[in-house]
């Protein structure tokens, strides 16, 4: 059982998957950084010094100062904020695998397509008779 095993996790497939697995793990880290470090701090800016993380909705009825007071009361909280960067990362991140696919797919195209091949043997023999039936 364990020779079995070891020949799964060795084929090809399972090591290509893990690496792509890892891969992404980390190309998802490298995203939510942008999202959250790069890009939502010069829309918040521009948005009148606004913090995206920092949105909420409170559901509770009370009068919270902010996200971390309304949390520090237990207070039923709706963070749209997050969900806001969250979708910015999705939208990256699918953004990427899409040009990623577009890349990969022209690579394809660009290959030259194989010849035909020629008439095999029996196709030849078939067409010398033809031509000589025609001929009588």
């Known amino acids: 059982m364990l020779k079995e ?3 799964f996790a060795m084929r090809g497939n399972v090591v290509d998957l893990a690496v792509g697995i ?5 190309f998802g880290k490298i995203t939510t ?6 890009i939502m701090p010069p829309i918040g800016l521009l948005l009148g010094k606004m913090d995206f993380s920092s949105l909420f909705i409170n559901l509770s009825g009370g009068d919270y ?20 960067n969250t979708l910015l990362d999705f939208i ?14 022209r690579l394809k195209k660009a290959e030259a397509p194989a010849a035909p091949p020629g008439p095999s043997a ?3 023999l078939l067409g010398e008779i033809r031509d000589l039936l025609k001929a009588r």
């Open 22 to 26: 890892i891969i992404g793990g980390a």
């Open 122 to 124: 029996e196709e030849k």
């Open 65 to 84: 100062a902010n996200l971390a007071a309304a949390q520090a009361a237990n207070a039923p909280v709706i963070r749209y904020g997050l969900f806001i």
């Open 33 to 38: 950084s942008l999202v959250n470090d790069v």
């Open 92 to 105: 990256i991140v699918a953004f990427a695998i899409f040009l990623l696919v577009r890349a990969i797919n």
């Open 5 to 7: 095993f070891r020949e």
